[in-house]
Each structure stands twice: as structure tokens, then as C-alpha cells.
């Protein structure tokens, strides 16, 4: 059975689904591997415009599977590094990803999840989901999520949670900002869906460009140097086949073409 299951309507919204439910959904090997291979299919799809992540059964990620980590005690450090480096390679690729990621945190989150999380552009979760960063409570650190969760919440509050390994619920998770809605289990899909209009509203192109912007811009210094990046990029879009799209149809008072017609 599949780790992770892949599905895509025809709006271009793909749901990318943890599928370990019996394990609380804990990244192994496999699941980061299928994960990898599912986000990479998807960059490629160029019917794709929007990427759901969610988790099967009543948690949405556990963190690290805790029996592949006793596997990995009888190996060497140079082999775990290469195992670390996996998780890494595979949150790199979720905080980077081309598309924008919606986040729908159907329940518990843990470790290694916290920081899957934090990659997300947008994360939504179940009001009665329970968070927590508890590796320091195995004698490890979440290390490789660190740049996420500490970019997501801060350093003060990051300090506060990777020393004491305390758990949090869902309305302190968004106070923190590593949520930005909750609501009750029920309805969660409705918040996600409204999020997902608000996506397929803007040019797909121009959805992508913003990514990119915010990241550019929030660890670029060099004011010179990124204003003129920030107005090239203006100009470019504004002649673009979309910009021109966009601007004509706001005239016109019509939906741009890469609206879905409902």
C-alpha cells in the first residue's frame, strides 16, 4: 500500500495524502520518498495549480517514526546523516515547491510534522489538534525543521518549545503563527475550500511569482539591488499574456480565463 496518495480535480487542486494511518502517519524512509516523488510529479504537471496536504485518520503527522529510528541506532553516524539528509532534501523541496501548499492539519502534529507545517504557504487546522516539538525528550533536536518552525513562529517562542518540549493546542499554534485559521473539525474543508478560491482567483503565473517574491524579499538586504529586481519583476508581469489577462478582464468586469467557471 501506498504511503502517500495522490489525487487532482478538475480545477487543478492536487490532495496529497499522508497514508499511514495505523502510525499516525510518521515519516519513514518510504513516506519522505513518496512525498519527494509525489511533489516532483506534481511541479511537472501543468494542469496543477494548488497542492493540499493532509493526513489520513485523526492525526495529520506524528514526526519521525519512532521504529525507524531504533533501526538507525545500529548504524553509523555517517549513515544517519544520509538518513537526516532525506528529511531535509524533502522539506527544502515542500518550502520551496513552485505551487502554493495549503497545510489541512486534520489532527495531531508532532516533530518532524510541526516543521512539514511550517513549510506550508497557507496551514489550517482542526481546533482540537494537539502540537508538539518533544525531541529533547528522546536526547535528540529537531534540527532539521529548525529553519522552518524558527522562520514560522520566531526564535523567542522557538527556544521556549525545542528546550521544554511542551504541547500546545491549535489556538496557541495559531497565536504563535504556525497556523493562520483553525476551526472545528466539521469545518475544516469549508476554511480549506474558501483558500483554495482565493488561489485560483489570481493568474497562476502571477500565484508562483509571489512565492517567490515573499522569499526573495524577506532575507534580502541590499535595498538597491531589490528595488530594481522588485520593479523589473512589475514590468515583466505587466506585459506578460496573464497580466494583460488580468488587467483586460477587471476592465471588462469578467472573470480572467484561468478562473473555474462554476
Not at 95 to 114: K, M, S, Y
Not at 196 to 207: C, F, K, M, N
Not at 219 to 230: A, Q, S, Y
Request: proline fraction near 4%.
Amino acid at each position: 500500500m501506498s504511503t502517500v496518495t495522490t489525487s487532482i480535480d478538475s480545477r487543478g487542486v492536487a490532495t496529497l495524502t499522508l497514508n499511514r494511518p495505523e502510525k499516525h502517519n510518521a515519516l519513514d524512509g518510504a513516506t519522505m520518498g513518496e512525498m519527494y516523488e509525489a511533489l516532483t510529479k506534481l511541479g511537472n504537471d501543468p494542469t496543477a495549480r494548488v497542492v493540499v496536504l493532509t493526513g489520513a485518520g485523526a492525526s495529520f503527522c506524528a514526526g519521525a517514526d519512532i521504529g525507524h529510528m531504533r533501526s538507525m541506532m545500529n548504524f553509523t553516524e555517517e549513515q544517519n546523516v544520509a538518513d537526516a539528509q532525506v528529511l531535509a532534501r524533502l522539506l527544502r523541496k515542500l518550502d520551496e515547491f513552485e505551487l502554493p501548499i495549503i497545510a489541512r492539519v486534520n489532527g495531531n502534529t508532532f516533530g518532524g510534522g510541526v516543521g512539514v507545517v511550517a513549510c506550508a504557504d497557507i496551514a489550517i487546522g482542526a481546533a482540537s489538534a494537539k502540537f508538539a516539538l518533544t525531541e529533547v525528550r528522546l536526547g535528540i533536536v529537531p534540527a532539521a525543521i529548525s529553519p522552518y518552525v524558527v522562520d514560522a513562529i520566531g526564535s523567542r517562542q522557538a527556544r521556549r518549545l525545542f528546550l521544554t518540549a511542551a504541547p500546545f493546542t491549535a489556538a496557541e499554534a495559531q497565536s504563535l503563527g504556525l497556523l493562520h485559521f483553525t476551526a472545528a473539525p466539521e469545518q475544516l474543508d469549508q476554511l480549506v475550500n474558501e483558500q483554495i478560491d482565493h488561489l485560483l482567483r489570481g493568474g497562476p503565473q502571477a500565484v508562483r511569482a509571489a512565492k517567490q517574491l515573499v522569499k526573495r524579499v524577506a532575507h534580502f538586504h541590499d535595498r538597491d539591488v531589490l528595488g530594481d529586481e522588485t520593479a523589473r519583476l512589475l514590468a515583466r508581469l505587466r506585459v506578460s499574456p496573464e497580466g494583460k489577462e488580468g488587467l483586460s478582464a477587471f476592465l471588462e468586469r469578467r472573470k480572467a480565463g484561468w478562473v473555474p467557471q462554476e
